[in-house]
Nanobody, 111 residues
Framework: QVQLVESGGGLVQAGGSLRLSCAAS????????MYWYRQAPGTRREFVAL???????NYVDSVKGRFTISRDNAKNTGYLQMDMLKPEDTAAYYC?????WGQGTQVTVSS
């Protein structure tokens, strides 16, 4: 059974930073790309960022230059560093890997 557990969400003022973590159980981590998605109330879940097993990255345009995705295969953990946060970044953030989803962590950015 694979589990993905996110942490690191919280309440932050606009312009602040947060770092989300996604810890994976099982042996899937090093063999799969990792994705971050987010979902605000009343909206569809949207892609935010991905990192491949080779370390290549991609981002949705709205977070480019502000968010950084990374991974530590030795720790089976992925990260999403979020800087210069904006109120429109407020959402539940989910990590996704190999068909599995975490439970989400809430990020709230106040203006």
């Amino acid at each position: 059974q694979v589990q993905l557990v996110e942490s690191g969400g919280g309440l932050v003022q606009a312009g602040g930073s947060l770092r989300l973590s996604c810890a994976a159980s099982g042996s899937i981590f090093s063999r799969n790309g990792m994705y971050w998605y987010r979902q605000a109330p009343g909206t569809r879940r949207e892609f935010v960022a991905l990192i491949s097993i080779y370390g290549s990255t991609n981002y949705v345009d709205s977070v480019k230059g502000r968010f950084t995705i990374s991974r530590d295969n030795a720790k089976n953990t992925g990260y999403l560093q979020m800087d210069m946060l904006k109120p429109e970044d407020t959402a539940a953030y989910y990590c996704h890997m190999a068909g599995y989803w975490g439970q989400g962590t809430q990020v709230t950015v106040s203006s």
